[in-house]
Structures are given as C-alpha cells and as structure tokens.
C-alpha cells in the first residue's frame, strides 16, 4: 500500500520531512526494520509523531473495514443459503459453518467497538467524579494515611513487639507471589488495540517527547501511557526512602502480601505488623481515565495520584492495556523480565527507540554487571551473621540455599586471592593476580561455582525474598554487622597512603566503583544485589559473554565484570515478536554496525531490514568545518597518546583557542578526548599564562564531573554569554567527548556558535575488554569488524559532539576539528558537516574563513529590519 501524501503536521513540514514521514509510514506498513537518520534540528520527533501515528489511525481504521466486510460476507452467504434449494443437507451444513465462524468476527467486532466508545466514557467519568472526589478522599482516605504512613516511617514504631519483627525476617518457603497487584485483571481481551511503544534513553527526553506530542495535531486523539519503575511512581514516602529500585520493587510486592495475609491471621501480634499500603488500592478508575485522556508526562501523572491517594504505578499499568502510544525508557523495553513484569507485549505492535545511537551500548550496558572485592566481603558478613542469628528457624531448603550462596561468594573471592577472613583493605599480590579475561565456562571451571546450580539458587533468592529479608535484618542489625578486622595494622603513614589510592588515574574506573562503594549505605545495605546481578548474568550463552578481572592495589578495589559481547542476544525476541522495529536518530552511521551487530544477528532477513537518511534543513552557507593540520607557528597537531605531555604541542594548542577567541563571538564548546587530558591542557595553560589572556576575550567554564553540578556551569556559562562584561565577549566551555555535555544538551545560537574538537578520542586499545570485544567480532561478523568497531567508537563520539552546534533552521556554527589524522575521516562524518568541510595545511586561512563567516552574519543581522 502506497504511504498518503499528506500527513497532518502543526505547521508546513519542510520537505525532508515529508520524506521522512512516507519512509516511515511504508516502514511500519510493511512490517520492517527501519534505520532513521534525521539530523538534530530537522524536526525528528514530531515527524517521528505525525508519520507513526497517521499510520496507526490508518491501520485501525483498515482493521475495522476488513471485519465489518468480512462479516458482510459471511452474512451474504448466509442469506444465499436460504434460498429454496435441493441440495438441503449440503447448504444447511454450510450455513452452520458460516454462523460457526461469524459469531467470534462478532464478538470481536463488538469489543473493537466497545474499545472505541470506552473513550467518551473516559470523559463523563473524569467530568461527574472528579468533584466528588475531591470532597471523598480529604475524609475516610487520608484518615487511613495518616495512621499508617508514620508506622511505616519509623521500624521501631511498626514493631511493638520483638519477636514478631524477627519472625518477619525469616525467609519465605513459598511461591513467588506475582509481579503485579492483585486487582489487575489478566484475563485476554478479545479485541487488541494496535500499540506504539516509543522509547527514549531518559525520562527527562520522553518528558520533552510528551511536549512534542500535546503541539500535535494528536494531541486530542490518541491515548499516551507514560510507564515507569516505582522509583519515579511511587507516593507512599516509607517506599520511596528506600532509593534503591530493586529495594523499593520488593517493599511494595512486601506490603501487598501483608495486606492480603491479614484477613487471613487470627494472631492479633501478627496484624500489628501487617499493613498494607495506602495506596493500593485507590480509586484508579479516575487515575486511568486521566492517564488516558490526557496527554500528561509522569509528573504530571504522580502528582494526580497524590491528589487522589491511588498509586500513579499501577494506575499507568492499568492504562496499558487500552493505550495506543505507550512511552518507556530503555531498559523497561531492552531488558526482557523488566518488559514482562510491566506486562509489555510486542507481539504484533510497533516499537520505535529514539535516540538510537548508542543502542548497542545500551544493550550490553544494561546486560553486564560489575562487583567488587568489597561487595564479596560486605556481602558474605552480613549472609553469615544473618544465617547465625536465625539459622534454627530456616527450613532445610533455606540453609541449603543459603549454603551455596556463601559458597559462591568464598570461591569469587578467591579470584582475588582473598578469603572471607581478608578485609577489604588487604594489598593485592599483582605478581599473581593480573587482569585476565576468562570466558563463562573457565570462569565458572576456575572458581568451583559449576557445582552449584545458578538458576535454581536465583530462584530461591526470589521466592524466598532474601534480599528484603536481609534489608530488614541490616536495618535492626546494622551496627553490630561488622567485617573482619585488618590481619595487619598499618601505620599512620601507610594508612594515609591507602586512603588517597582511590585517586590514582591510572585505574580511574576501580577508582570510580571503589569510591560508591565506600558510601557506608552502600557498604551496609545493597551488596547482596550487586551479587545476584552478577550471578544472573552467569546464565547468559557462554558464547555470548566473558569475565574481566581487573585487580586493584587491595582487596576491596578489586573489580570483577561481566561483559556482554552479543546485544543481538537480547534483541531476538524483540525483532521476533515485533511487527516493526524503527531505529531513529540525529547521527546513525555507520549504519552497518546495527545491521551486521544487531538486526541481522538477531535473525532478521536482509530483506526485511531498510535504511533512510536526510540532510540538514539548515543551508550550506549557515556552516563551515575546517579541518587544522597545523597551528600558528606551523607546529603539526596529532593529539596522541605519545604526545599528550608535549608542551609545544600543548603551547601550540593555547595560541590556537587564543586566536579562535579573539574572532568568534559569544560561546565556543572545547572538546577534548578526556577528563584526564582535558585536566592536563587547562594545568598547563593556566600555568604558560594564555588562560589568562583568554580570559580577557571569554570567561572560562570547565565541564565538572559531577552530574549535579552540570546545570549549575550551563547556567553560568549561558549567564556569560547572554550578558558579557567588557571587554569579553562570551564564554569557553571545556568538555569532554562523551562526557555529561556531548550528548542530549542544546548549545544552539550563541550558546555553540563554534564547536572545536581536540584530538581523536579513541578508546584505549590496551584495555582487556576491548579486546576482547574486537576478537569476537573479527571471529563473529567478518575479518576486520574489531578495527571497524574501534574506528566508529571514537568518529561517533566525535559526531555526537559536532551535532552540539546547530539545532534549527536559522542557526548558524562553525566546527574546527583540530588534529591532522581527521583529513582522512572525511567520509565517516555526518554528510552535512562533508558538504561545507575544508583541509587546512596552515593556520592562516583557518582563520580568515571563520572571521569572514562571522563578519558575513553580522552584516546580515544589520540588515534584517
């Protein structure tokens, strides 16, 4: 079937746009794979939105037609078939069977219908019941509350009688109680609407995609569920204390269970520490109808919980079920048990991954699990002095069980060379223990773990709800839970020395996980998870996945990985069950790498699998790129690994800003390969004094390396800008290529009106995992795909940073990629960067390009009345 060709849009789409839509809408028609490219500022949400949703209207709309003349048909014959005739036997026998198959294209057809007048039953109900119950819930509902959610605050309060708390500690014999409330139905439903599952890799983009959505010419139309975890969902502040997800998922599955036990428990001590939780249930009638009228982003949706004391969790769960657009973050759609416990079903619907770039990250990201010496020893303390305490209540199973995964956890430490009397602060002997990387079956071989059955111990981790259990028994506990004490005491000298390691750069990453892991709420309460995690990864295909050890200087740095080198492993099921699968994004190439890695590992047909890419809407002239092959002075720039402590290089680079500086107005982005590096060229130029004289022509930012200082520095940066102090005229910010700058964040008009980039930041091809990985898809995919995989690693990088500069059609920017090896990269950067892109052997005409494009823009704007 041919695509329309209109598609209604909220103002006159440009012509790449239009493309973009027909591609996609033959895309979802035909059942296919599609890779979307469409550059940042192209307007690819809400052709994502027009395009999709046009078809889905169009689809439902044809699902409607085909029953209603199919059962016109059916009634055709039937009519034919009482007729005066010989043939009696024979036509009576057919009628039978057309009734036989019309009753069912009936029922169904009267469930299609039933699905579509639920809508403006939605909205009497929200119009006659939203009053009420404004006045209904300020009495009886939040009367309950308030008795309960203090008990539930304060764990000496909820347990007035000793005995009884411990009782709650013991572990469960019984089944698993479902990943859902009791209220849900799971009866299957005759008619199933056709969905749209749309995923973002954060809440704060499928927030922004929710704005796209109410501008649309949909917005009145379609049903949009928002589905979260409990962390971003739940109101009942005695769950949401807790932070850790898989924690808050277990308390609130905890309280559900006590809720339905109580009625059954004559003990009254029992049903003092039995209650449910507030909000479950509500009046989620109003939430859902809300939910479903409405286009509302997830805070929206809590906060219409908090009014109506229901949980906004389950509300959004018991909207899936008649949602047409249903948007999800990464991990709830990539990660299988987290798809099915939300009760997401591809079958036959639609699902498209926004953002899409770094997918195959994404996969083995969310697959591979790290832990480290001191989790194993945190972990092993608290298992035993748990087991101790109430080892004679425990069935037999239960110290079975129990007995294994203390096992585990003595025979991991080994790999470090370590038993469970070390203490975390133990050195290493790296003359033995090296980083090696061992695949599952001669990890598992090497560490004695193939004696225990992973997959039945995880179940009984889960049924048995050790985890809350062991939560529980470290709270009350925690303060006489303690590790081993050090075998050797060290001096005050030597205890110092231990306790700056964390801030060697040399294992920045041992570094980084050692540093969470001192948190003392981390240390006391979440390593039992870490571990299960790791274990759970152990039942991965052992062709699929490999174990890096990466010693530290002590036990507890120590590091532990699985790496998960097959994410088409984790897709099969998705291109399986999927009608259509569309991958979108600003910068896709190389786009070989999802075909050969992802689609057709997964075990899609070529056939199946289909490719679109625009340009720019911006025009050539509102970008120019310049390739440096050299500085002022004539110095060659190749920003290596060899020459990063290379003053003259580093003093070449300071006379390069400081002359960038002078001529480009308002903001310049600074990328560099690393925090490392980034840190190196700011100490030197600080210290040759040219900070100093750009600082007369931009205040200078730096990109921090936490998460919660990120606004902080955009907002002075920007702040700068907008209001120069004379005789500056903007800002510099330094950032780093994949850092918390280089993706997702805006640097559009004077924010980004030049982006250079410092070298080529490729990955360091003596880490153990990388080459690991390359080895498996030179064995895998074909001869040269590991030097394939490393040369995309560091140019998508690099086009990640470049997409920074222009975001709509009148912006204007220019990108100076500074290293000489970037004039044979031409080809892999994004096409609208080819199109205007120079090679500069000197400095010179570097220079006189870029000021006269700014001097060009400036005589434009005078002219604009």
């Known amino acids: 079937m041919e695509p329309p060709q209109e598609f209604p849009f909220p103002f006159p789409p440009y012509e790449i746009q239009k493309r973009f839509m027909k591609e996609l809408y033959a895309c979802l028609e035909d059942g296919k794979l599609g890779l979307f490219e469409s550059p940042t500022g192209t307007g690819k949400s809400l052709s994502l939105i027009c395009g999709a949703l046009k078809w889905l209207v169009d689809h439902e709309k044809r699902r409607k037609q085909e029953l209603t003349s199919t059962i016109e048909e059916i009634e055709r014959k039937i009519k034919d078939c009482e007729k005066p005739t010989d043939n009696w036997f024979t036509v009576q026998t057919e009628e039978i069977e057309l009734k036989a198959k019309k009753q069912p294209l009936e029922a169904k057809l009267n469930a299609l219908l039933e699905y579509e007048g639920e809508r403006e039953k939605l909205k009497k109900l929200i119009e006659t019941k939203k009053a009420a119950q404004r006045t209904k ?50 009866e299957e439903p005759l008619f199933k609407n056709t969905k749209i599952f749309f995923c973002s890799r954060t809440h704060s983009q499928l927030t922004q995609f929710v704005h796209e959505l109410k501008r649309s010419p949909y917005s009145q139309d379609v049903s949009v569920v928002p589905l979260s975890s409990r962390q971003n969902y739940c109101i009942n502040k005695s769950i949401k204390k807790l932070k850790h997800m898989s924690l808050i998922n277990e308390a609130c599955l905890q309280l559900q269970r006590k809720k339905t036990t109580v009625k059954k428990e004559k003990d009254l001590k029992r049903s003092k520490v039995s209650s449910g939780c507030p909000f479950i249930p509500g009046d989620q009638k109003l939430l859902t109808a ?28 018991k909207s899936l079920q008649n949602g047409q657009l249903i948007l999800v973050p990464y991990n709830s759609i990539l990660h299988k048990n987290t798809r099915t416990s939300l009760g997401i079903d591809l079958k036959g619907n639609v699902l ?56 585990c956890l003595k025979k991991l430490l080994t790999i470090f060379g370590a038993t469970t009397k070390s203490h975390p602060n133990d050195e290493i002997d790296k003359s033995i223990i090296i980083p090696k990387v061992y695949k599952l079956e001669e990890f598992e071989v090497f560490t004695d773990i193939d004696t225990v059955n992973i997959f039945k111990l995880l179940e009984f981790v889960k049924t048995s709800k050790l985890v809350h259990k ?17 075998k050797v005491k060290k001096s005050g000298v030597k205890e110092f020395l231990n306790s700056i390691k964390n801030n060697d750069t040399s294992s920045q990453e041992a570094a980084s996980v050692v540093n969470v892991s001192t948190n ?16 759970e990864c152990l039942k991965s295909s052992c062709v699929d996945g490999r174990v890096c050890i990466l010693p530290g200087t002590t036990i507890g ?80 720039f190749e920003f290596n690994f060899q020459n990063r402590q290379n003053t003259k290089l580093l ?49 200078i930012f730096r990109e921090p390396k936490l998460a919660s200082q990120v606004n902080v520095i955009l907002d002075q940066y920007a702040h700068s800008i907008k209001n120069p102090q004379s005789p500056c005229n903007g800002a510099l910010l330094f950032s780093v290529v994949g850092g918390k700058l280089s993706e997702g964040l805006n640097f559009s008009d004077d924010l980004g009106r030049c982006v250079i980039v410092v070298g080529l930041p490729y990955p360091n091809i003596k880490s153990p995992e990388l080459q690991e990985k390359m080895r498996y898809l030179n064995e895998n995919i074909k001869q040269d795909a590991g030097n394939n995989f490393y040369e995309n690693s560091c140019m998508k990088a690099v086009n990640q940073c470049i997409g920074r500069s222009v975001r709509h059609i009148n912006d204007y920017s220019t990108v100076i990629l500074l290293d000489k090896r970037y004039r044979h990269k031409i080809q892999v950067l994004p096409q609208w ?33």
Do not use: W
């Open 137 to 186: 819930t300020t009495g009886k509902t939040r009367q309950q509350f308030a008795k309960k959610v203090p008990k539930s605050d304060k764990p000496e309060e909820m347990n007035p009688d000793a005995r009884d708390a411990e009782s709650d500690l013991i572990l469960e014999d019984g089944p698993s109680n479902s990943e859902s409330s009791e209220e849900e139905d799971t």
């Open 290 to 317: 809300e939910v479903l009228i409405n286009i509302q982003d997830i805070e929206e949706i809590t906060l219409k919980g908090q009014e109506s004391d229901t949980c906004p969790y389950y509300g959004s769960r």
């Open 352 to 407: 498209i991954i926004d953002e899409a770039h770094n997918l195959l990250d994404a996969i083995e990201g969310m697959h591979s699990s790290v832990i480290t010496g001191r989790n194993l020893l945190h972990c092993y303390s608290q298992l035993s002095q748990y087991q101790k305490r109430f080892e004679s209540l425990f069935s037999a199973k239960s110290v079975l069980y129990l007995g294994q995964l203390s096992f």
């Open 470 to 486: 062991l939560q529980g028994f470290v709270e009350q506990y925690g303060n006489s839970i303690k590790i081993n004490e050090q």
């Open 520 to 535: 003392n709420e981390e240390q006391t309460s979440n390593p039992l998870m870490a571990i299960l995690s790791f274990l």
């Open 557 to 636: 740095q120590g590091i532990m990985k699985f790496l998960l080198l097959n994410p088409a492993a984790h897709f099969y099921d998705v291109v399986r069950d999927a009608r259509s699968v569309v991958l979108a994004g600003g910068t896709m190439e190389p786009m070989s790498e999802f075909i050969d890695q992802l689609f057709l590992m997964a075990g899609a047909t070529s056939e199946r699998i289909i490719t679109f890419s625009c340009d720019h809407v911006i025009p050539k002239e509102n970008i120019i790129s310049n390739v440096v092959v050299r500085g002022p002075t004539g110095i060659e």
């Open 651 to 699: 003093d070449e680079l300071g006379r390069a800003l400081l002359n960038l500086c002078n001529i480009v107005p308002a903001g310049i982005v600074v990328f560099f390969p690393s925090y490392n590096y980034e840190d190196i060229v700011f100490k030197h130029l600080d210290k040759s004094g040219i900070i100093s004289k750009i600082s007369v022509k931009k205040r």
């Open 833 to 865: 960067i080819q199109r205007s892109v120079t090679i500069n052997d000197s400095f010179g005409p570097v220079i006189g390009n870029v000021a006269k494009f700014f001097a060009a823009k400036k005589a434009k704007q005078r002219h604009i009345p």
